[in-house]
Structures are given as C-alpha cells and as structure tokens.
C-alpha cells in the first residue's frame, strides 16, 4: 500500500474554469513540497541525532531496541516495534518493542509470529504503510487480550545490503505540541522513519557481522577447550561429558547430550549436560527410529520440534523444541551423537549455528579419536609395567622371602629355647601371609580390563587391595546389605571410579594412617528411592584451604548426573582429623 499525498486538491467548484483548477492545483501542490521541505529542514537535527543514536554499539539486540527507542522518538509515537523475519522468509523469528512494560507484555503472552496479519503481509510485500486505523484494513486480524489499543499505524521496511531484515511498526502517534494537529503519522513521519530505517539496514549489517564473528570465535574456543581437556588424560566418560557440556554452552541449548551405539544396533545416552537432573543416563534409543539410521550414516538431522515430530520414538524428546543431532565422525567412522536440545518454544537454531555446530561435532569427534589412541598407547605402557612388576615380585621377592622362610624354620628346629621357637613361628606364618598377599597382588597385576569380575563386592575389594601397595597399609572395609545383587551395573561402575578417585586422593594428599570404607546398600534417598552409599574416611592431614577440588568436583558430577549427591567432612582422626567423603547414587 503506498503512502497518501501530503495533500489533495478538493474538487473544482461550480462556475470555475478548469484552468484556474489546474492553477490552484498547481499552487497547492507548490506549497506543500514547500511545507514539507521546511518540516524536514526544521526536523534535520533530530534526524541526525536519531542516527548518531542507532548507529552506537554493535551488538545486535541492543541495537534493536536503540532503533526502536530512537523511531518512537523522532515521530512521537507511543508504541514502535522491528519484526525480524525468519531466515526461510516465513513468519517472524524475533520480535523486539518499545513502549509496553512488563507486566503488560507478561499479560499478552505469546509475541508476534508474522504468519497472519498485517504484520505476516508487510513480511511478504515489505513496502512503506501508513494507515490512519490499522482496524479498518483488511488484512488485520485484530489483538489479543490484554493487548493495549492501537489505532494509527506506519510500517517501514529495514534492508541489510538490499535484503530484507525485518519490519519497523509505530503506533499510536501523540498529538504533537502544534495547535489542531491530528494524531495521524504525516508524510514528513514517513520520510523521517525512511531515512532512519536506511540508518537502522547499515547499523543491523555491522550489529550482524560482529555477532558472526563473536559466535565463530566462540565456536573455535570451545573447540579448543573440548581438545585440551581429552588430550589432558581423562578418562573417557570424563571425555565425553566436556563435550556435552561445551555443545549446550556454545549452542545456548537446554542440555547437551551425547550418544554411543549399544549392541541393539541403536544408541544410548551415555552423558548429559543440564541444569536439572533429566535421569536421561542409559536411555536408549531403538534401531528402528529412522532418525538413528540417518545418524549411523553420518547425516546430520534439524527438528524444528520434538514434540510433534512423527520420527521420536523416546518421550524424553517430548519435552523439547527445536534439536540438533549430529554425528561425531571422523574418517568415515562414526563414533556417537551429539544433541543439543532447546526448551519448548525456544528459538530455532538458525543455519550459521547448524554450520557451526556441524564443525564443531567433527572436531570433538576427531578430538575423541586421538584421545582414545592416546589413552591406549597410555594403557600399553601401564599394562607392560605391570607385566614387569609381576615378574619382579614374582622371581625376585617371593623366592627370596621363601628362602627367608626355610631358613627361619631351619633355626627354629635347632632351638632349645621356648621363646624363640614360638617367635620364629610366629615370624614365618606373618611370611606366609606376605606371600599369599603378594600373590594376590601379582595376580591383580596380571589381570586384564576384560577379566575384571563382575560382583562388586569384588571389585571394590580389589580397588582396596591395589591401593594397599601405595598407600603401604590396607584399608577397612565393610559392606551392608545385598550389594552385588542389588546394584546396577552403571551405577556401580561410578562407585568403583568414586572409590578409586577417594583412595588416590587420599594417597596423594592425606598422609594418613588409617582409612575405612564402608559400602552401604540399604539407604533410602530423600525421594523415597533405594539407594547406595559409599563411605571413604581418614585420619589424614583433610583438606587444606585453598587447595585443589578438581576430584571432588569429579566425585560430584558422577552422582549428579545419576541423581545422587556428593560431599565430604571431617575424618576419623583425633578431634575429627582427617577427611571423610561420601557418594551416592540410585540402585
């Protein structure tokens, strides 16, 4: 719809000529480009002013709104608004306003989506309009409730290097201080709001660029950050929670979630990164989902809603809105999946974030693949040690506390004397008992990844018998309830990393003498559900102010990210010396 003349000539008058018409015309005409050339003239510095305004700052939002403030000022305008339209051309993806407080917009509800309405046909003919009552349009569909009313109306285009960006909306322009002037938006409005819109293209463009290049930079440091932390030696669940976690900061997602294969042919979530515990730890996803053989192919798959798309197959997608999935794969290989989900009715993720997020998943897989090559070159070495050792104890220490032992009971036969008889006695069965331990011991060293019992009972006897070597003294232990049947596997599998990150801790830090551990199998969680404690206490130096925390951070993400909690306090040592940590988690 084009702007109305700044004004029309009446129609001739009876017993006039047609050439003093055409005169009067004329003259009208005359004055009032005249008119408008002296409005505009008077209206030049405030136009000026407007546009050292918009063009201040280059962040993108924050220019929106100075563009918005800076239009409803220079036209006198109640209400002013820019609708930025969505990348596909359908419909609005932001929607920034001025002029409406909180509680009101709070009241409205839902913002604006451009797919209906005059706003939906200025995004399809993006043209100058200025109405006098937007309500008597056709194409208006009205307000919702709460909605203040809105009588006149002027939209403007705002073009970023000839594209469209968006739409500029004023409403309800003031009566001005000008005696009679009516509260309509005028031809000098729409040629004031025109030149401010040009402005506004020139300022989104720079607003744009540096956003880009802030996000690109963001991108590659977290790229960065998930390659320094896998190559550092973390384990591998540790591995794959940095990348979780980077992806849902850098992706401004609900949560970051990340995928293996599992024997099915389908996937299960083995880390996830959410400020609320979601219990997605061990969820699988069926072979069947078509979603899951376009991801084992090495496609990348967008959903502009979990909710209602027909190829979820898991209700934990449901609660989500727009997702990205994409593999982690490097030379052909596909190692898992990354997610990064965003909260229902959260913005959709636009194409330089997939195109990023797409990097960013193929570094992090590439990442993955050197760290796990190097956690195996790492692995080699400690096993060839441990084959060493093996030997030693086996050839060197045992034969000679054997020979020590014949010896000592050669002498106790020659004796005579009660009490060395019964001393040397006692002095070869402690022998006997050292080398059934160091038997023990060799045997541990000797066994490998794949052979590890499955009881865990077991395996925390054998965590306690290894870090007996260190720490030259072996520490208590007791179990209460059915651990080994009652347990899962996966949480019993952060216990045993839990107890091995309490005994290297308190090895390398404590100094203690004593140590008990104590594994509960009865506890009852504050939620009501059956639950696991582990106990880790020492009469150690505890723990010093400001020192180190990174294995107790590590202690609680593990319980946190099964529902459980970690914490420690004082130990066992006199005047409550020492450290004591407790873990737990669900069954």
């Known amino acids: 719809m084009s702007v109305p003349p700044a004004s029309a000539a009446p129609p001739p008058s009876e017993g006039m000529s047609a050439p003093a018409d055409e005169a009067e015309a004329a003259a009208r005409a005359g004055r009032s480009l005249q008119d408008l050339s002296t409005e505009l003239t008077a209206r030049v510095p405030q136009l000026l002013e407007a546009m050292r305004s918009v063009g201040t700052g280059l962040e993108l939002h924050t220019t929106l709104d100075r563009i918005c403030e800076t239009a409803a000022k220079l036209t006198n305008a109640r209400y002013a608004a820019i609708g930025v339209v969505a990348e596909d051309g359908e419909g609005l993806s932001d929607f920034v306003s001025y002029g409406i407080d909180e509680a009101t917009a709070e009241r409205i509800g839902r913002l604006p989506d451009g797919h209906r309405g005059l706003l939906g046909a200025l995004i399809h003919q993006p043209e100058t309009l200025c109405l006098a009552d937007l309500s008597t349009d056709p194409r208006s569909c009205g307000f919702p409730a709460d909605h203040p009313p809105m009588r006149t109306f002027l939209g403007v285009p705002i073009r970023v290097q000839g594209e469209i960006f968006g739409n500029l909306y004023l409403t309800e322009k003031r009566v001005g201080a000008a005696p009679g002037e009516a509260a309509e938006f005028n031809d000098y409005d729409v040629h004031m709001v025109r030149v401010l819109a040009t402005e506004a293209g020139i300022a989104v463009g720079n607003a744009r660029l540096y956003e880009a290049a802030k996000q690109r930079e963001r991108w590659i440091d977290g790229s960065v950050a998930v390659t320094t932390a896998l190559l550092s030696g973390s384990d591998a669940e540790d591995a794959l929670a940095v990348v979780a976690e980077q992806a849902r900061h850098l992706a401004d997602s609900a949560a970051g979630i990340v995928l293996l294969p599992d024997d099915e042919g389908g996937m299960e979530i083995v880390a996830v990164s959410s400020d609320e515990p979601s219990g ?49 794969q490097s030379d052909g290989r596909v190692l898992g999946t990354l997610v990064t989900p965003r909260a229902r009715g959260g913005r959709p993720f636009t194409e330089t974030e997939r195109t990023l997020a797409t990097q960013f998943a193929s570094q992090a897989a590439l990442a993955l693949m050197m760290a796990e090559a190097q956690r195996d070159r790492e692995r080699l070495a400690v096993y060839e040690d441990r084959d060493r050792i093996a030997r030693d104890l086996h050839d060197l220490v045992i034969q ?57 009972r077991t395996r925390v006897l054998r965590e306690i018998n290894m870090a ?62 059956q639950g696991v404690r582990l106990t880790v206490a020492d009469d150690g130096v505890g723990i010093t102010e400001g020192g180190r925390r990174s294995g107790l951070k590590n202690l609680k993400r593990r319980a946190e990210s099964l529902g459980g909690a970690s914490w420690y306090g004082p130990g066992i040592g006199e005047d409550g010396g020492g450290t004591t940590v407790v873990w737990q988690a669900p069954h």
């Open 468 to 529: 007996a070597v260190p720490l030259g003294f072996k520490p208590s232990h007791r179990f209460l309830g059915p651990v080994d049947t009652v347990v899962s596997e996966l949480t019993g599998k952060n216990l045993i990393a839990a107890l091995r990150e309490a005994l290297s801790n308190a090895f390398r830090h404590a100094g203690a003498d004593r140590i008990d551990v104590v594994v509960d199998a009865t506890l009852v969680l504050p939620d009501g559900r």
């Open 400 to 456: 000679r506390l054997f020979a020590t032992g014949m010896m000592l009971e050669s002498a106790q036969r020659r004796s005579v004397v009660p009490e060395v008889v019964r001393g040397v006695g006692k002095a070869v069965d402690e022998l006997d008992v050292t080398i059934q331990e160091i038997r023990t011991a060799i045997f541990a060293l000797q066994q490998g990844p794949a052979e590890a019992p499955s009881g865990l």
């Open 280 to 328: 997605a730890l061990g969820v699988t996803v069926p072979p069947e989902s078509r979603i899951i053989a376009d991801l084992l192919d090495g496609q990348a798959v967008f959903l502009d809603d979990a909710a209602t798309d027909p190829r979820i197959m898991t209700d934990l997608a449901r609660g989500y809105g727009p997702v990205m999935m994409l593999p982690l």
